[in-house]
């Protein structure tokens, strides 16, 4: 049974960085296309970046170019390097894992049956 964890949230100023982790245990994470995804206080869980078994990336519109999803398969562990965060990134970052194919359907987090209890990231403006 695969099992996430994150870490890295925290609070910070607009315009500062985080770098978030989802450690995985229980199987190598090499084997699964990994997302992170996020949810505000009163919004539904939204796609932000995910990053398939082989290695390719994609980001929501709302965060490309100042988000970047990557992996180290030896630790196991995905991370999510967040800069220049506006209070609109403010949320609960959770980060989920799928091992069969999602083509379009990436950013529906029903898609996913391992997810993480999440970290919390809060952006003061």
């Known amino acids: 049974q695969l099992q996430l964890v994150e870490s890295g949230g925290g609070s910070v100023q607009a315009g500062g960085s985080l770098r978030l982790s989802c450690l995985a245990s229980?199987?190598?994470?090499?084997?699964?296309?990994i997302a992170w995804f996020r949810q505000a206080p009163g919004k539904e869980r939204e796609f932000v970046a995910r990053i398939w078994s082989g290695g390719s990336t994609y980001y929501a519109d709302s965060v490309k170019g100042r988000f970047t999803i990557s992996k180290d398969n030896p630790k196991n562990t995905v991370y999510l390097h967040q800069n220049n965060l506006k209070p609109e990134d403010a949320a609960v970052y959770y980060c989920?894992?799928?091992?069969?194919?999602?083509?379009?359907?990436?950013?529906?987090?029903?898609?996913?049956?391992?997810w993480g209890p999440g970290t919390q990231v809060t952006v003061s403006s």
């Open positions: 989920a894992a799928e091992h069969r194919p999602l083509g379009s359907n990436y950013y529906v987090p029903a898609r996913y049956d391992y």
């Open positions: 229980g199987r190598p994470l090499s084997g699964y296309h």
